[in-house]
């Protein structure tokens, strides 16, 4: 369990993009939270069959420690270069993915979250194509 564990967290020195035909191949393999979250869920569930009775509530609280902790644990989080290029002023997604040289879907999904936690604005110009983003006003 505690190798799996270390594989889930520093997966990203074991494999590099081009070690993949396909980048969306890298992303699946690089979803550090989901599978940490999907493992948590397997544990706690075969902890209850076994008859210890572990809550939703803690399950929860673990899980949500856990992310925390796999964000600290970046030296520069995706999400903070992401932030850091829009102190700059607004950008169109495929500037912010290009930029930056992150992938495209994984960028589209960051920034759908920082939108979620109302840390950005996301908008359209009428004739523009694409979606921008800015900081939100504090």
């Given at each position: 369990m505690?190798?799996?564990?270390?594989?889930?967290?520093?997966?990203?020195?074991?494999?590099?993009?081009?070690?993949?035909e396909?980048?969306?191949?890298?992303?699946?393999?690089?979803?550090?939270?989901?599978?940490?979250?999907?493992?948590?869920?397997?544990?706690?569930?075969?902890?209850?069959?076994?008859?210890?009775?572990?809550?939703?509530?803690?399950?929860?609280?673990?899980?949500?420690?856990?992310?925390?902790?796999?964000?600290?644990?970046?030296?520069?989080?995706?999400?903070?270069?992401?932030?850091?290029?829009?102190?700059?002023?607004?950008?169109?997604?495929?500037?912010?993915?290009?930029?930056?040289?992150?992938?495209?879907?994984?960028?589209r999904?960051?920034?759908?979250?920082?939108?979620?936690?109302?840390?950005?604005n996301?908008?359209?110009?009428?004739?523009?194509?694409?979606?921008?983003?800015?900081?939100?006003?504090?």
């Amino acid at each position: 369990m505690e190798r799996t564990l270390v594989l889930y967290f520093k997966n990203k020195v074991l494999y590099a993009p081009s070690d993949f035909e396909n980048e969306t191949n890298y992303l699946a393999v690089n979803d550090i939270k989901q599978s940490v979250s999907s493992e948590l869920e397997m544990i706690f569930a075969q902890l209850n069959a076994s008859g210890e009775k572990i809550s939703q509530k803690d399950i929860d609280v673990v899980k949500g420690n856990i992310e925390k902790s796999i964000e600290r644990s970046a030296p520069t989080t995706r999400k903070e270069q992401i932030l850091e290029y829009l102190e700059k002023g607004e950008a169109l997604t495929t500037n912010i993915s290009n930029d930056l040289g992150i992938h495209p879907s994984y960028t589209r999904g960051l920034l759908r979250k920082l939108n979620e936690e109302g840390v950005v604005n996301r908008y359209e110009k009428k004739d523009i194509q694409g979606v921008f983003w800015s900081l939100k006003s504090t």
